[in-house]
């Protein structure tokens, strides 16, 4: 084998031993039972708290909504072009939704869940994601990942 050979096996595995070290985690936290069930069409459902007030918004090419209550603001992105939560700033983790891949991100304004893929591989010419943030007003980031662990795809 040739030294240049060697030298991109090595790259490859080290770049894939990178992506195997990401923090992940299991998400385990308690629902409340006064929380309301809420469903975006039929694509996708998830509990929330009940004081939650749906507001009037519309997407351009997606399925967006938003709720809001005076501790949190709840929004969601179902489509091709979500918000990957990618940018600087935000701490993550990968976790496993539904059975989905979904990373969650947070600083101290704000925490996120996206999932890069609701549809497990390329059946569509194009990759279906969600992103749900809820921005902090005085609740603490666990209920965004409470919210996010009840999340539900198909009808």
């Known amino acids: 084998m040739s030294v240049l050979r060697l030298s991109i096996l090595l790259?490859?595995?080290s770049v894939l031993g990178c992506a195997e070290s990401v923090p992940t985690k299991d998400l385990a936290h308690e629902i409340p039972t006064d929380w309301e069930t809420i469903k975006a069409d039929n694509?996708?459902?998830f509990r929330a708290p009940s004081d939650?007030?749906?507001?009037d918004v519309q997407g351009v090419d997606s399925l967006v909504g938003e709720f809001?209550?005076?501790t949190l603001t709840l929004s969601f992105d179902y489509?091709?072009?979500s918000d990957p939560l990618g940018r600087e700033g935000l701490d993550g983790f990968w976790t496993t939704i539904d059975g989905?891949?979904?990373r969650i991100a947070?600083?101290?304004e704000l925490i996120g869940v996206h999932f890069p893929d609701v549809n497990g591989g390329?059946?569509?010419p194009m990759t279906t994601k969600l992103t749900m943030i809820v921005k902090l007003n005085g609740a603490p980031p666990e209920i965004g990942e409470t919210i996010f662990q009840t999340i539900e795809f198909g009808e």
């Open 43 to 45: 694509y996708f459902r």
């Open 122 to 124: 390329p059946k569509q």
């Open 11 to 13: 790259s490859v595995a």
């Open 68 to 70: 809001v209550s005076p």
């Open 106 to 108: 947070r600083n101290e």
């Open 79 to 81: 489509g091709a072009y």
């Open 100 to 102: 989905r891949r979904a």
């Open 52 to 55: 939650l007030q749906k507001q």
